[in-house]
Structure formats: structure tokens, C-alpha cells
């Protein structure tokens, strides 16, 4: 057993049975999922939720379960009751250093549905920032003064640092990802895995179920989130459409090859459209960097028109992380295969459900 002692004296224990990074460089060249470890509480709960890599199926299967259990649970009952009180006296923090409508306001009602305060950063300019501070130090400040921070930041580095000083330091502070620039959003996925979950068998064979992930792929952190996801179920082909220029990063791919993972990647939409089971939009995340007009002219070719839709399969579930620009029309909101929305509605479960099992509270009774 070693022991690190805690910023203000308590000391944690760790598990003696893994491998243990002497330092961040080191923690830096492991791979996430070399990771984990660390980035898991001794009792095997997720304590840092930083890549989608991290979930199992059967994590990833109880807290669908959980969520849906909450979602479907009478609102003057005694569940719900028991859920207002489960994490009662503990504190969340958010600070989202990028703009957020959707992520920021369900982890915060989820944060205050199961009986947590809040409280938040959202304008740095406006925090010690502006004095010199660096964002490690806001960040520190943040889990000394809280049970639970939950950050987005456009620097992916920003909450790997905060992640590994956390562990180094013995802090007890639970850390959840709501977005790391352009490299993963893993409770987005949840959210869409959830609602994939709700329509399909994933695990069907004759014929294996086909997800189309569209768009921008190489910047896309919740597409990226998303087939790492459908990647614990293998039989699931994926298939990612996207103009040259924004193709799928190859480290993904890689990974997904070595798991055995049926993809395909293509340029054109209209050639897979009538194959798909589940499309996956997403828009040009152009806050990146430098977007070509020749990328964007061909950006429409990505778009869910009004005549694609009318190829696709009658039984098939469209899907898009919001917010959305031309690739995904209003009207059609309408048409029964979008789910867009009921992914929206079931934001705020499943971050309940993440943070109850964080928190070692997602047992039946909640106690
Ligand atoms: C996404 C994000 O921030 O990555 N939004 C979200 O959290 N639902 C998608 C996007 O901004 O395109």
C-alpha cells in the first residue's frame, strides 16, 4: 500500500495492485486507457471521467439503466424523494471556459436534482484569471472548495494537468469532462448511446447494426466520444462520412482496428444513405481553426436534406449532439425518426446517474 497525503493533511490510499505513473510526463505517454487506473477511486469507480474509453459495457449498461429508472420514476414518489437527498451537503463546480447551452445546464439540474449546490465559472475574464492566475491554480481553487468539478475547456492538456494533480495531490475531488477542445465529450456520448440503446439491439448480428457518423469527424469531440462508445459493441459496423480534409483522426481509427471494429470511410453520403440504421450529424466546428471555402462549399454534401431523408430507412433513428446549422432542418423535428430532442431530455439523467455512481450512491435504495 502507499499513501499520498492530501493537500490539507488526510491521507488517501491507494491500491498497491497497478502500476502507478511516477510523474505527468509519464501519466502523458501512457495511453487512456493505460490510464484508467488512476483515474479510478479504490473501490473501482470512476473518480476522473476524462475519455470514453474509461466505460465498459457493463458500466456503461447500468448507468442507461439507472437513468432510465430515474427518468421513468413518478415525481412525488419515493424515489424521487430519496434521489433530492442522495448527495445532500456536496458541492459541484463547473467552470466551462467554451460557450455551453445543453452540457452546462444538465449537469447543473442534474447536479441540484440529486441534492448537490452549484456553483460556476462560465466567464473566466471575470475570475483571477485576468490577475495572472494560471488555469491549473483556478482549478485547484475549484476542488479545494468543492466535492465535484465538472469542466470544459478548449485545451484537451488542461484537464489531463488537473486530472493527474488531483491524483498526485491525494485529492478526494471527483472530475467529470463536458468537453475537451476538439477531443472528446464523453457524457454527450452517453447521451446518445442512451438513445440508440432505447431504439436498437446493439449486439444484433443478422445483419450487424450500421451507424453513420457524419461531418466534421476530425474535430467533432462528441462524434470521437461516440465510436469509442459503439466501439464495446463490436458487431456494430460504423461508418464515417466526411470531406477529406475533416476525415476521422487516424489515432481513432487505429484504435478501433485493433478492437476489431468493422469500419468503413467514406466521402459520399448519398452512396451509404440506405444502408444506415442510425445517422449521426454533426456541424463544422469551425472554432478550430482555419476552414477552406473549398471545405465549406463541400460541407453540404453532409447535411441531412429533405431528399436524403427520404432515402433513408423507414425504421432509422437521426441523431445530432446540438447545435446544429443547416446539416440537420428544422422541419424535420417532425419527421418520427429524429431523436435530436429525446437525446436532449435524457441529458440530465444520465449526468444524475454519472455522478451517483461517482459518488458510490447508484445503489437501489440510494443510501
Ligand atoms: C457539442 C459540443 O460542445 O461539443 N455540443 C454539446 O455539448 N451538445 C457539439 C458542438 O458544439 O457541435
Same mark, same amino acid.
Given at each position: 500500500m502507499t499513501t499520498a497525503i492530501r493537500a490539507s493533511g488526510a491521507p488517501t490510499v491507494r491500491r498497491s495492485d497497478e502500476a502507478m505513473p511516477e510523474s505527468y510526463e509519464e501519466f502523458r505517454s501512457w495511453s487512456p486507457r493505460q490510464r484508467s487506473g488512476i483515474l479510478r477511486g479504490p473501490d473501482g469507480r470512476l473518480r476522473a471521467l476524462l475519455y470514453a474509453q474509461q466505460f465498459d459495457r457493463a458500466l456503461l449498461e447500468q448507468l442507461v439503466a439507472l437513468a432510465e429508472r430515474i427518468r421513468s420514476a413518478?415525481?412525488?414518489? *419515493?424515489?424521487?424523494?430519496?434521489?433530492?437527498?442522495?448527495?445532500?451537503?456536496?458541492?459541484?463546480?463547473?467552470?466551462?471556459?467554451?460557450?455551453?447551452?445543453?452540457t452546462f445546464v444538465s449537469f447543473s439540474l442534474a447536479a441540484q436534482g440529486i441534492g448537490m449546490v452549484t456553483e460556476e465559472i462560465r466567464s473566466p475574464e471575470r475570475a483571477s484569471l485576468v490577475k495572472g492566475e494560471t488555469t491549473l491554480d483556478t482549478l485547484l481553487t475549484l476542488a479545494e472548495l468543492s466535492d465535484c468539478v465538472i469542466l470544459r475547456h478548449d485545451d484537451p492538456e488542461a484537464i489531463e494537468r488537473?486530472?493527474?494533480?488531483?491524483?498526485d495531490r491525494g485529492l478526494p475531488t471527483r472530475l467529470v469532462n463536458a468537453g475537451s477542445g476538439a477531443d472528446q465529450h464523453p457524457t454527450q456520448a452517453l447521451l446518445d448511446? *442512451?438513445?440508440?440503446?432505447?431504439?436498437?439491439?446493439?449486439?444484433?448480428?443478422?445483419?450487424?447494426?450500421?451507424?453513420?457518423?457524419?461531418g466534421d469527424l476530425r474535430r467533432a469531440r462528441t462524434a470521437r466520444s461516440l465510436s469509442y462508445l459503439l466501439a464495446l459493441y463490436p458487431t456494430v459496423r460504423q461508418v464515417f462520412i466526411a470531406p477529406p480534409d475533416l476525415a476521422m483522426g487516424r489515432d481513432l481509427v487505429t484504435a478501433l482496428e485493433e478492437r476489431g471494429v468493422t469500419?468503413?470511410?467514406?466521402?459520399?453520403?448519398? *452512396?451509404?444513405?440506405e444502408e444506415l440504421d442510425a445517422v449521426y450529424l454533426t456541424r463544422m466546428q469551425d472554432e478550430y481553426g482555419e476552414t477552406s471555402e473549398t471545405v465549406r462549399a463541400l460541407f453540404g454534401n453532409y447535411r441531412l436534406s429533405s431528399e436524403r431523408a427520404a432515402r433513408l430507412r423507414p425504421h432509422a433513428c437521426v441523431l445530432h449532439p446540438l447545435p446544429?446549422?443547416?446539416?440537420?432542418?428544422?422541419?424535420l423535428d417532425r419527421d418520427p425518426r429524429t431523436r435530436h430532442w429525446e437525446a436532449v431530455h435524457r441529458g440530465r439523467f444520465l449526468r444524475m446517474a454519472l455522478l451517483l455512481h461517482m459518488f458510490g450512491k447508484d445503489t437501489t435504495d440510494l443510501s
Amino acid at each position: 500500500m502507499t499513501t499520498a497525503i492530501r493537500a490539507s493533511g488526510a491521507p488517501t490510499v491507494r491500491r498497491s495492485d497497478e502500476a502507478m505513473p511516477e510523474s505527468y510526463e509519464e501519466f502523458r505517454s501512457w495511453s487512456p486507457r493505460q490510464r484508467s487506473g488512476i483515474l479510478r477511486g479504490p473501490d473501482g469507480r470512476l473518480r476522473a471521467l476524462l475519455y470514453a474509453q474509461q466505460f465498459d459495457r457493463a458500466l456503461l449498461e447500468q448507468l442507461v439503466a439507472l437513468a432510465e429508472r430515474i427518468r421513468s420514476a413518478e415525481p412525488e414518489g *419515493a424515489f424521487r424523494a430519496a434521489l433530492s437527498r442522495a448527495l445532500r451537503g456536496r458541492a459541484a463546480a463547473l467552470y466551462f471556459q467554451q460557450p455551453s447551452t445543453r452540457t452546462f445546464v444538465s449537469f447543473s439540474l442534474a447536479a441540484q436534482g440529486i441534492g448537490m449546490v452549484t456553483e460556476e465559472i462560465r466567464s473566466p475574464e471575470r475570475a483571477s484569471l485576468v490577475k495572472g492566475e494560471t488555469t491549473l491554480d483556478t482549478l485547484l481553487t475549484l476542488a479545494e472548495l468543492s466535492d465535484c468539478v465538472i469542466l470544459r475547456h478548449d485545451d484537451p492538456e488542461a484537464i489531463e494537468r488537473f486530472a493527474w494533480e488531483i491524483h498526485d495531490r491525494g485529492l478526494p475531488t471527483r472530475l467529470v469532462n463536458a468537453g475537451s477542445g476538439a477531443d472528446q465529450h464523453p457524457t454527450q456520448a452517453l447521451l446518445d448511446i *442512451a438513445t440508440l440503446i432505447s431504439r436498437f439491439d446493439l449486439s444484433r448480428t443478422d445483419p450487424p447494426l450500421t451507424v453513420g457518423i457524419v461531418g466534421d469527424l476530425r474535430r467533432a469531440r462528441t462524434a470521437r466520444s461516440l465510436s469509442y462508445l459503439l466501439a464495446l459493441y463490436p458487431t456494430v459496423r460504423q461508418v464515417f462520412i466526411a470531406p477529406p480534409d475533416l476525415a476521422m483522426g487516424r489515432d481513432l481509427v487505429t484504435a478501433l482496428e485493433e478492437r476489431g471494429v468493422t469500419l468503413v470511410e467514406t466521402t459520399e453520403f448519398d *452512396a451509404v444513405i440506405e444502408e444506415l440504421d442510425a445517422v449521426y450529424l454533426t456541424r463544422m466546428q469551425d472554432e478550430y481553426g482555419e476552414t477552406s471555402e473549398t471545405v465549406r462549399a463541400l460541407f453540404g454534401n453532409y447535411r441531412l436534406s429533405s431528399e436524403r431523408a427520404a432515402r433513408l430507412r423507414p425504421h432509422a433513428c437521426v441523431l445530432h449532439p446540438l447545435p446544429r446549422r443547416e446539416e440537420l432542418p428544422i422541419e424535420l423535428d417532425r419527421d418520427p425518426r429524429t431523436r435530436h430532442w429525446e437525446a436532449v431530455h435524457r441529458g440530465r439523467f444520465l449526468r444524475m446517474a454519472l455522478l451517483l455512481h461517482m459518488f458510490g450512491k447508484d445503489t437501489t435504495d440510494l443510501s
